[in-house]
């Protein structure tokens, strides 16, 4: 079965950071685009990251850019986001999203992880 397993979240204070990670399994890693989106209550899911499935580009919201980083390991098919700088209102549940390169409507979600940033 597939999965995507999210952790690394947790309780930072402003200016502090984080690395979530994301292990993927039960579908072939190097053939997916990978994201992190992220949710609040009465809010919009928004994507925070997105990387390549060869990690050839790397997009990011405007609202993360120079703070936040996407990256991924294929060998251990796991995706990573590096979360500097954090401020409060990057306080949010985190979930990471796989996407197929050649059938878009292939996509999975994680269960998602909890980052709250707070003094």
């Known amino acids: 079965q597939v999965q995507l397993v999210e952790s690394g979240g947790g309780l930072v204070q402003p200016g502090g950071s984080l690395r979530l990670s994301c292990v993927a399994s039960g579908f072939t890693f190097s053939s997916y685009a990978m994201s992190w989106y992220r949710q609040t209550p009465g809010k919009e899911r928004e994507l925070v990251a997105a990387?390549?499935?060869?990690?050839?580009?790397?997009n990011y919201a405007e609202s993360v850019k120079g703070r936040f980083t996407i990256s991924r390991d294929y060998a251990k098919n796991t995706v990573y986001l590096q979360m500097n700088s954090l401020k409060p209102e990057d306080t949010a549940v985190y979930y990471c999203?796989?996407?197929?390169?050649?059938?878009?409507?292939?996509?999975?979600w994680g269960q998602g992880t909890q980052v709250t940033v707070s003094s």
């Open positions: 990387i390549t499935s060869a990690a050839a580009i790397k």
């Open positions: 999203n796989a996407r197929s390169i050649v059938v878009a409507l292939l996509t999975y």
